[in-house]
């Protein structure tokens, strides 16, 4: 049976792999020094184990850590583990800006969930609200092998299965094309972008219309604009809709914007990302 530590299973993330897991077919730790995090893991009936022993028998450690303390924390962890365990890191960021400790006899993998598509045309009420996914709705997920041979491969794509399942897809890519999704993508372009609508919307309701009125409409425009511009329906935006695009693409947006996908602007933002605290 494989042992899996987890490394901070009760923060936000780590509950949610710790709820996956906890009646898997692996043997788990649960390692957690934070307060509010043992309180987690004891409201799930579970306590935590101490990290030199889960250290001792681990097979396989996934860090559950904030971007930002995986440096520090990963260096008194990667030591301890045993040769050929496999690391899991559940972001891109602190493996690719080379803040993961490395050693040669242990293997890397990194996976992060896509979330449920706003498209799940299918989904129940219940999956509906679980907005982030890995509770009720199916959603796609991202792999790389960062180090390792094939076997590691495919051993941390079935333990990713289950962390973030019920799965849809899973898709391999390399480490730097994650990175092209989250930040790049996902994050510096799309919570920019969707900011930037909410924004508006508040802009409206501040010169008068009412605000559930705002809402409502908006958000039910989205619902068709997104249908339309990734071709789920046959439609064409109307003429004028058209015309209102070209006119504030200029007010809205740089033309070299998309200057956030050039690999020194991904790694800008990734040294941001995984600094750690003073």
Known sequence: MTTIALFGAGGKMGC???DNLKDSQYRMFYVEISPAGVENLRRRGLAPTPQDEALAEAGVAILALPDNLIEPISARIIPQLKSGALV???????PLAGKVAHRD???????HPCHPSVFSYDATPEQRRDFFGGVKAP??????????AEADYARGEEIAKLMYGPVTRSHRVT???MAILEPALSETTGITCIKIIREGMEE???????????RDFILGHINIELAILFEEIPVEFSDGAKKAMERARSQLIRPDWKRVFEPENIRASLEEITRAPL
């Open 16 to 18: 949610r792999i710790t």
């Open 175 to 177: 480490v730097e094309q």
């Open 204 to 214: 409206a309701i501040r010169r008068g219309v009412p605000a559930e009125a705002a």
């Open 88 to 94: 899991i890191c559940l972001d891109p960021a602190a």
């Open 105 to 111: 006899d242990l293997a890397y993998f990194v996976t």
């Open 139 to 148: 959603q796609a997920i991202v792999n790389a092998l960062m180090h390792g």
